[in-house]
């Protein structure tokens, strides 16, 4: 009977794999070959070679871009992740109305980031306007303000997360831990933490692929203004992070498509890389713990 069953596989399987391929992975390498070519449409794509990988390395505004969305990626996983784990392990300590707590910090995340940026652009502006200032008006108001809305929406999807880690433990560790005379710092740092490093591999992925792709918070909060001139005279964007910056090239110009492309996929290496790289740092420990 499994014999026979395997002969129908394929048929079940290929209208599956026929829409994986025309839906990901033929747009997929396409992307790739329209990276090297000058092009408005992809029918009339001229391969021109490292030209316009090339032109993105001396396209000033992609670099500033790039450290812009380094820094931010570095804050708002720290701050995501440990905010995230305090109120995780808070909430499992068995206070009152903790399911309450629960539900209100995760509601942020299911309101939509281009309705978060302009909620928020209202409160910094309010805030800012006694100054007589607009959270566009420096570049540390725009960086900080996306801090904060990033933080407002994703800490209570991490903190689901981290509590279902927490629950996970078993308190005979505890226990026996506090028995041979263990203090609680000794309890966090020995096992809490070892334990707790699978839900701390997986809130750090997603907090950093997330932080690295931030486009409609961006586009919403702030379109990457303050804009300064430049060096070579272009325009550079202040807090433009780097999906916003791909979107202006391709979509403003169309005679700069093929470089928009070319930077899609430096950004897309990019953010594999160090997602692939975490990921292995963070399982290491789990393997060791």
């Known amino acids: 009977m499994i014999k026979k069953n395997k002969r129908y596989f394929l048929i079940f399987v290929l209208p599956t794999l026929a829409a994986f391929i025309m839906a990901f992975v033929w747009p997929f390498f396409q992307g790739i070959y329209l990276s090297f070519c000058k092009f408005v449409t992809t029918s009339n794509a001229t391969f021109v070679g490292f030209d316009n990988y090339i032109a993105a390395f001396q396209d000033e505004s992609f670099l500033s871009s790039f450290w812009f969305t380094v820094a931010f990626v570095i804050v708002s996983v720290v701050f995501i992740n440990v905010f995230a784990f305090i109120i995780g392990y808070v909430l499992t300590m068995g206070i009152r109305g903790s399911n309450i707590f629960r539900t209100t910090f995760f509601m942020p995340n299911l309101i939509g980031g281009i309705v978060l940026g302009y909620i928020w652009q209202l409160i910094f502006n309010g805030i800012l306007l006694n100054y007589g200032k607009t959270i566009v008006s420096d570049a540390t108001f725009g960086f900080w ?3 904060i809305l990033m933080c407002w929406q994703q800490v209570g999807y991490m903190m689901i997360i981290y509590i279902a880690g927490f629950q996970g433990i078993p308190n005979d560790l ?12 000794q309890l966090l740092r020995k096992i809490t933490i070892p334990m707790m490093m699978p839900s701390i591999t997986i809130c750090t992925f997603l907090t950093l692929t997330n932080s690295f792709k931030l486009f409609d ?18 325009t550079v964007y202040k807090t433009q992070m780097l999906a916003l910056n791909i979107y202006n090239t391709f979509y403003q110009n169309a005679n700069t498509r093929g470089v928009g492309q070319a930077k899609a996929v430096m950004f897309f290496i990019i953010v ?5 790289i975490q990921l292995y740092c963070t399982r290491k420990k789990e393997v060791q713990q």
């Open 145 to 147: 303000g996306l801090i």
């Open 174 to 185: 505890y226990e026996a831990a506090k028995i041979d005379g263990a203090s609680k710092p």
């Open 217 to 234: 918070q961006n586009l919403a909060l702030t379109n990457g203004l303050p804009g300064v001139v430049g060096a070579t005279g272009t």
């Open 272 to 276: 594999a890389a160090i997602a692939l």
